[in-house]
């Protein structure tokens, strides 16, 4: 406190400090209870207001430091949540981040296994070229072996009927010879036989291969539906993961912000509270200040203020409860916005619990698609793999009719060798009856024979022979080219499958590394956007300790001139009690009463028994005029 204020609160009210010139007792003695003693009334009244004024000061300033408080630890809970969104963020990038490094693994996986398969059909191709090849030898020997069997046929013949035409007693050895010529036809079918036997064995080889790869293919296309149809299921189930995750963050949410209501309700409760207790203590204060009134104005004054004290009083009264009215009507309009805050935050609280309710059916319903999409995979894989087993089964119907049939060649081929042998000893039988027709082929041999200006039956015969043989190899010639052709349009399409493959590849690869760019961009966005949130959420919690000091500072300095106010007032009835004092003392002098005797160091003067005017009555007369003119000022 300043020293202005440590004197004016150690203003004396003591009436032989006011009165000092006096003898205050014996003035109380000889004019009884004029001269009142001080009466602290006021004073502690001042002092009571002044106490429950401060008491009602720091109860605020606790109030708003619970308020500001209680802010911090929203702000302190704000970046908790924020903190844990920012992981549920990172973790759900994560998540995208191994979907797509999975999607890019399976496609390198797919290019693997189509490559394996473009090999195995490139490899079926060349194989099949190589057979082709064969058989184009195969075909080439055997017309090679028909035409020398033909022209050897034609020239034994020739030789026949000129052996015969030269002699007929060589008939028996010509028959002979046309037996043996027979039966090295039988020999050269059967070696025919055995060719087309092993050509057999070996096709039915070469189709039986192809199955086998075709069996392996299948194979492989069931563990490409089987992997893909895992995959799909995978990505499912990461997505129900991901809603369950997005329905956790929603109840956290809710739960801070019904936690957040929660504590406004009850800040205004506080605050509802405290309006209340304002009212309450108003209602006391003015209960209390109009006592006091009424009290002063039952006090005696001094003579000249009877006359003005109850204009002061009733002034005073409306003056005061005017302004208690004021503070009570402010305190109702405070109440009631408050009660509608309190509505307000009921809405809000209702309109959260909706919102919580609707984002909830929406990822009920998106979990309810994703177990049904789960549920279609494995159906539709289900069916893939029934058609799969179908293609297999049929595969081994072919193979099965495949043995049937290389069974029903190799009888048939069988059964042709026993008709040989029976041919064989039909020739056998037959040829006596030749050496007895052979008179009868002479002219027939003659014209098989011919003459150099016309070509016999033989040699027309085998021209035609030769032709039709000529004929056959151009065929086989140009089937042959045809499939070679045909394969080798096959192994470009494989060579294009292969680049279109690995072309596709490399554009997943790009749209993987573009994808998991932006992941890795939204990541970066997400925590620079939580260090911003942060720091804007530190920045209130200083502002709000620095509310919490200033608004320290600012109970302190009012606290310091409530005090001033206090002490002024008590200067102002300590002051009042002095005046009015020395105001009974001037009506005392105006009555005409002699107060020389209770000067202090009075002595009996000479000049009162010669008549002399005393000159301390000269001073009381000064004093009485100065009195009458400072009771005329205040009238």
Wanted: charged content about 30%.
């Amino acid at each position: 406190m300043s020293q202005f204020t440590e004197i004016d609160y150690n203003l004396s009210t003591d009436i032989a400090d006011i009165l000092s010139n006096y003898d205050t007792d014996a003035l109380q003695k000889e004019y009884g209870d004029i001269f009142d003693s001080y009466n602290n009334t006021r004073e502690l009244f001042t002092n009571n207001a002044y106490v429950l004024n401060k008491q009602l000061a720091e109860a605020q300033l606790a109030r708003q430091q619970a308020g500001l408080e209680s802010q911090i630890a929203s702000a302190t809970d704000q970046q908790g949540f924020l903190t844990e969104a920012l992981g549920r963020q990172l973790e759900s990038f994560n998540l995208r981040g191994e979907a797509v490094q999975s999607d890019l693994d399976f496609a390198e996986l797919a290019q693997q296994r189509g490559l394996g398969r473009s090999d195995i059909q490139r490899g079926l191709l060349e194989q099949q070229q190589t057979g082709l090849e064969s058989e184009l030898d195969r075909k080439t020997q055997q017309f090679n072996i028909r035409e020398a069997e033909l022209k050897s046929a034609t020239m034994e013949a020739q030789s026949k009927i000129g052996d015969q035409l030269e002699s007929l007693g060589l008939d028996k050895s010509s028959a002979e010879r046309a037996t043996q010529s027979q039966l090295r036809d039988l020999k050269s079918q059967g070696s025919l036989d055995l060719i087309a036997r092993e050509s057999a064995i070996r096709e039915s080889g070469a189709r039986a291969g192809e199955s086998q790869r075709q069996q392996e293919l299948l194979n492989l296309q069931t563990e490409d539906l089987e992997a893909s149809s895992g995959l799909r299921t995978g990505q499912l189930a990461r997505q129900d993961a991901l809603a369950s995750l997005q329905e956790q963050n929603l109840s956290l949410r809710t739960g801070r912000g019904l936690q957040d209501i929660s504590r406004q309700q009850e800040l205004l409760g506080m605050q509802s509270d405290e309006l209340a207790q304002q009212q309450d203590q108003t209602m006391a204060d003015a209960r209390g200040n109009l006592f006091d009134i009424y009290r002063r104005a039952e006090q005696s004054g001094n003579f000249a203020a009877e006359g003005r004290r109850p204009m002061e009083t009733q002034r005073a009264i409306d003056s005061y409860l005017g302004r208690v009215g004021g503070r009570i009507d402010s305190l109702g309009r405070a109440e009631d916005r408050l009660g509608i805050q309190s509505e307000a935050l009921e809405g809000r609280e209702t309109a959260l619990m909706q919102d919580q309710a609707l984002a909830q059916a929406r990822i009920g319903i998106q979990r309810g698609g994703i177990s049904q999409q789960i549920g279609a995979e494995q159906d539709r894989l289900s069916r893939q793999l029934q058609r799969q087993d179908i293609s297999g089964e049929r595969l081994l119907q072919q193979q099965d009719l495949e043995s049937d049939r290389l069974g029903d060649v190799l009888g048939r081929l069988g059964i042709a060798g026993e008709q040989r042998a029976a041919r064989f000893r039909d020739i056998y039988d037959t040829g006596q009856e030749r050496l007895d027709r052979i008179g009868i082929r002479e002219g027939a041999l003659g014209r098989q024979m011919g003459t150099e200006e016309e070509p016999g039956l033989l040699q027309q015969a085998l021209a035609r022979q030769l032709q039709g043989l000529d004929l056959n190899r151009g065929a086989l010639d140009d089937s042959i080219s045809r499939r070679q052709s045909q394969l080798g349009a096959q192994l470009a399409g494989l060579e294009i499958s292969d680049s279109a493959l690995r072309s596709n590849f490399l554009q997943q690869q790009d749209r993987a590394a573009r994808q998991l760019g932006t992941l890795d961009i939204q990541r970066r966005g997400a925590v620079a956007q939580n260090e911003m949130r942060q720091n804007q959420l530190g920045r209130q919690i200083e502002g709000f300790e620095d509310d919490i000091t200033y608004f320290g500072t600012q109970a302190g300095l009012r606290n310091q001139l409530a005090e001033q106010a206090r002490q002024r007032s008590i200067f102002n009835f300590r002051d009042d009690f002095a005046r009015d004092t020395r105001s009974r003392l001037v009506d005392l002098i105006r009555s005409e009463a002699d107060l020389t005797r209770f000067r202090t160091g009075f002595n009996p003067s000479p000049f009162s028994r010669t008549g002399l005017q005393d000159p301390f009555s000269n001073d009381g007369n000064e004093t009485d005029d100065s009195g009458s003119r400072e009771n005329e000022e205040e009238v």
